[in-house]
Structures are given as C-alpha cells and as structure tokens.
C-alpha cells in the first residue's frame, strides 16, 4: 500500500467581504481608479488553501494642519507640505505610491482650531481633486462636532465611495445616514473589542447600511504599546468570518503610523537613550515593524506616514504573496 | 449547531395532504418559513401514506428546490426512496439514515461515499437499542469501521444516539448525553453528534420546554446537529444562546439578531 502525503487544507464556511473603495466618473465618482479590500477565503498568506483575498492596502495619512510637535524624520518629508492638505495628499500619490489617501480634520476639534464644516467640506474637497486615488476621511473624534461636519461634507462628495471614519457604538446614526444618502463606506470603529465590534456592526446595518459598504476598525496599538492584544483580536475576527459570522465578515483598517510615531521609541533623540541607536531609522523600523505584525492578522488597509516604511512593508508583502 | 428542520415530513397532517393533492404551495411554504428561521437543512420524508413514495421524494425535492437551495436530509428507511431523493437533490443532501446492521451499512455507506454526502448512522445493532452508553458507543464504532471500509470519513458520519421519550424512558436521556460525550473521542477526527429531538417529548405535556432545556443540555455534552422544529422560536433562542455560552458565536449585545443574520 502506498500513499502520498498530502498537506492538510482548511475548510472554512465564509470569508471576508470585498468592498470597493472610491468611484470612476462612470461608477458616479471622478476617482481615477478604485481599490477593492478583503474577499479572504481563508487566514492570511495561506494562498495554497484558497482565496487571499486582495493583497493589503496602504493608505497614506494626511492631516488638515501641521501637528504642534513630530519627529524630525517626518518633518523631513512632509515639511514642505505641511500647512496645505492637498499638496501634502498629492505628494503621497506622486512620490510614495499611495493607494489610499486618508484625511484626518484634526483641526475641527472645538480644543483645536474649531475649524467650521463649511471649512472642512472645503479641505476635503481640495484633497479629493489633488488626487486620483479614493479617499478614507476621519472626523476629528468630537461626536458632538462630527455630527456637524459630515452632513455638510458627505454630500459634496456625494457618489466617490469615500470611507467615513468612524461609526461608534454611542454614535453612528448621523454618520451611517450620510454613508446611506451619498453611496459612501461606513467606517465602524470599537476599542480593541470584539464584542462591541459585532455590535456596532449590527446597529450599522439596521440603519440600512449594506454590507458591501461597510469596514472594520480596532484601535489600532503599536509595537510595544499592546500590539499583541490588537494581532489577536483582529485574528479572532477574521476567524469569525471565515466561520461564517455575517456581522463579522468586513474589511479591516488599521491606523499604524499614527500610533507608532507617537511611541517613546519612535520620539526619544539619542541625548535621552544613547543605546537605542540612530532616531530616525528607529522611528521608520517601528512602524514598518507595528505594520507587518498586524499583517499576519489579517488587516486589510495599513494607514501610514513615513514613506519609506510603506516601502518596507511592500517589500514584505510582495515576499508573504509570492508577487 | 447544523440545524435540521423537520416540518416536510408526510407524518404532518398538512405535508401528507399536500403530497396526496399534489399541492405544491404548502411545501413551498414551509420551506421558506424553515430556511427563514435558521435551518441549516431540511430533512425531507415522504410519510407513510404516498402511494408511490418513490414518485412523492421526487416530487418533494423538486417543489422544495423552486424556493430553496438549503442541503436536503433524505429521510426513508427504504433504499430506491433513498437513492432518487440523493439523485433528485443533486448533490446537497444528507442520508438520514443507516443504522449500524450490517446489512443497511452495507447499503448506505456506500451511497454516501457515491454522492459524498454525510450520513446520519443510529446506534441500533441487529440486538435493538442498546440500554446504555456503552451499548451504544460500541455500535457506534461498528458503525465507524464500516464507514472507513467505505471510504467515509469519520467526520461525515453523524452518530445518533436515539433519544426516546422521557415519558416511556426516563433514564434514556442520560444516557443520550453520555453517548454524545463517548462518541467524540472514539475517533480523530470525531464523528458528529445528532439527535432526533422532538421525540423526546412525545406523550409529555410541556413539549417545547422539554425539548428546548434538553437541547440545550445536549448542546453542552458536544452535540453537533439536531433534527428539529426551527419554527419554534423559544427552542431557536435557546439554541443560539446555548451556542454563545459555548463560545461559538462572538458575543454582541443583540446576539440573537446577528446569529439570525448570519442563518437563513
């Protein structure tokens, strides 16, 4: 009797949806190209066992004004930009490859320059005709002010398919109405909990929210700053959708630069930790590091800052999918 | 939990009459409402009275399949009953069901290694019911070994330990628990568990309470499939919260929404 050995092959009941990301003018938008997310048949980089699902990917983060304080190796690529959102986007795009461009209002915070939503709609219009990739736009996290702000913005982009960040367990209605009324993604966001992940999910769609339009999000943590918490809870939710969980199966965002460049590993100059080698590279190492650990989670759309940290993971990505 | 619904059975006074009159709404009807409420697969028996049962399975699956494409549970004793419902429901259906005789094991294992279907196997042995689990997971290992013979592997078989009336037998339901715990370290991979619930409350005056807390205690001894009526809701509500407290569903505040939104 002779028999070959043959690797064992997980079946799974369901997998990740795709969702499209911005619309050509003949989809309704005047993107210049779309990017589709998600579509996993099985776990992360097991090509051999079904569908991968759309390779990860990476949008660059841009914010509506310069941040008071960052690290010099930001400054050294974005200084030029910093004060005009659209040219800053438009760099990402040009010169770093960006698929995505992700705005984040942070200057409508009422602690911050309180900036109008006729000021934001604006801004958001700016950077949506700068470039031609789709777009993520963040609100600046007030509830009370976002609300304002996307009634005002979402219809002015009516159509693009943009992500609307972020749908919360106390505040989705307005957001998730917007989404409806001008053909955008819902962004759903819970705290590192799955639970409240599902839930908000589930209040997300009884508001009429299709599951095609709709994306996951988990307080992302950086390497170092509960990383492993963050890995598991994404792996436990892609397991849920290839379990077949309907209220589990979105897309997954994870917001990576933000949170490594705010680590005391990525900030502290060599005259504080003189053993911890040269600022910049560390800076760059920890989000590249932050961000491939994620990918092995499952995420499906990496937010990043630095350049040259998005070349790294490519390079990963293009080894982990045999590209 | 595999849901098997049980309502498209002829022993129903309403399926018996709409396979006599040839009225197909009724069976329509009924498989909507199951798929609706979560079954996984709809078991489907001719009943006693079809002329022609041959003729009636037919005539089931193709009435069910203009509304449903849910796997079918072929439900007969008799083996060209059996054979045309497989054929008729091409391919998405279940046997249910062999016993572990040799003579039907003989029969059924290989029509479930022809269609690649999985087969619901009942531990009765030439000797009846066993009385206890012992008896019972015992037959179930015959019932295993002819599966390998066959070529069937283990986790297509469905091991069902015959739950009988707590009414006539009361000790019977314990020793269905044990089965179902027995039954999943008889092998690696384990064969699956089911029981035919509803009869566990034949004759017995609070039916549905006797069903839904003996599924759930089922449910908590590792059982993997029931044939049962999906149309009650408090027995489904039951069910998946069973399934939440085992940790096989993600918990949400409205989990009984979001099982049903994944079901049906």
Redesign the interface.
């Not at chain 1, 077949?244 to 589990?248: K, P, R, T």
């Not at chain 2, 569903?249 to 409205?254: E, L, P």
């Given at each position: 009797m002779s028999e070959t050995f043959a690797m064992p092959v997980e079946q799974w009941s369901g997998s990740v949806l795709e969702v499209q990301i911005g619309a050509t003018a003949e989809q309704g938008g005047t993107r210049g190209r779309t990017v589709t997310v998600g579509g996993a048949a099985t776990l992360p980089f097991l090509q051999y066992e079904g569908n991968p699902g759309a390779r990860p990917a990476i949008a660059f983060e841009v914010l509506d004004r310069p941040r008071e304080s960052w690290a010099e190796a930001l400054e050294k690529v974005y200084g030029d930009v910093k004060n005009d959102a659209a040219a800053w986007a438009q760099k990402c795009e040009q010169e770093f490859g960006a698929d995505l461009i992700c705005l984040r209002l942070e200057g409508a915070n009422p602690d911050e320059l309180d900036r109008s939503p006729t000021e934001c709609t604006a801004i958001a219009k700016q950077v949506a005709a700068a470039v031609t990739v789709p777009l993520i736009i963040w609100g600046c996290g007030n509830a009370e002010k976002d609300n304002n702000i996307w009634p005002e913005l979402s219809p002015a982009l009516a159509g693009e398919r943009v992500v609307l960040a972020s749908a919360t367990e106390d505040n989705y209605r307005t957001i998730a109405a917007c989404c409806l009324a001008d053909k955008h993604i819902c962004l759903t966001e819970a705290p590192l909990d799955?639970?409240?992940q599902?839930?908000v999910n589930?209040l997300v769609?009884e508001m009429g929210v299709k599951p095609q339009d709709m994306i996951q999000y988990q307080t992302t943590g950086a390497l170092g700053y509960g990383i492993e918490y963050a890995y598991s809870i994404y792996e436990?939710s892609r397991l849920?959708a290839l379990d077949?969980?309907?209220?589990?199966r979105f897309p997954m965002l994870s917001v990576v630069g933000a949170e490594a460049w705010k680590t005391k590993e990525a900030t502290a100059g060599p005259e504080e930790v003189p053993e911890w080698g040269d600022l910049e590279r560390r800076g760059i190492l920890w989000e590249a590091a932050t961000a491939t650990t994620l990918l092995p989670g499952g995420t499906d759309i990496l937010v990043m800052w630095h350049p040259t940290a998005a070349q790294m993971v490519r390079a990963v990505l293009d080894e982990l999918t045999g590209a | 939990m595999i849901v098997i619904g049980e309502r498209i059975n002829g022993m129903f006074v309403d399926v018996r009459g709409a396979i006599q009159s040839q009225d197909p709404e009724p069976i329509r009807d009924l498989a909507r409402r199951q798929q609706a409420a979560g079954a996984d697969y709809l078991d489907v028996n001719v009943g006693p009275a079809a002329d022609d049962p041959v003729v009636a399975m037919q005539w089931l699956v193709a009435t069910i399949r203009e509304v449903s494409d849910l796997p079918l549970a072929i439900d007969t004793t008799r083996q060209a009953v059996m054979r045309a419902g497989l054929e008729a429901a091409g391919g998405k259906a279940m046997i249910n069901s062999t016993t572990g005789e040799k003579k039907k094991l003989d029969v059924l294992m290989p029509m479930a290694a022809e269609f690649g279907v999985p087969i619901i196997a009942l531990t009765i042995s030439e000797q009846g019911v066993p009385r206890d689990a012992n008896g019972r997971a015992e037959v179930a290992l015959n019932i295993l070994a002819a599966a390998l013979e066959h070529g069937v592997m283990p986790d297509s078989i469905l091991i069902d330990a015959v739950i009988l009336p707590v009414s006539a037998q009361q000790e019977n339901p314990g020793h269905v628990l044990e089965t179902i715990r027995q039954t999943k370290m008889l092998s690696d991979p384990a064969p699956k568990t089911v029981i035919g619930l509803s009869n566990v409350s034949q004759n017995a005056l609070y039916r549905e309470l006797i069903n839904r807390t003996c599924l759930t205690m089922a449910l908590g001894a590792g059982l993997d499939a029931a044939i049962v009526d999906c149309l009650d809701d408090e027995l489904m509500d039951a069910m998946i919260t069973a399934e939440l407290l085992l940790n096989h569903?993600?918990?949400?505040?409205?989990y009984l929404?979001?099982y049903r939104?994944?079901h049906g």
């Open positions: 799955i639970n409240i599902k839930q589930i769609s436990r849920a077949g969980d309907a209220m589990l | 569903q993600v918990y949400s505040a409205d929404k979001a939104a994944s």
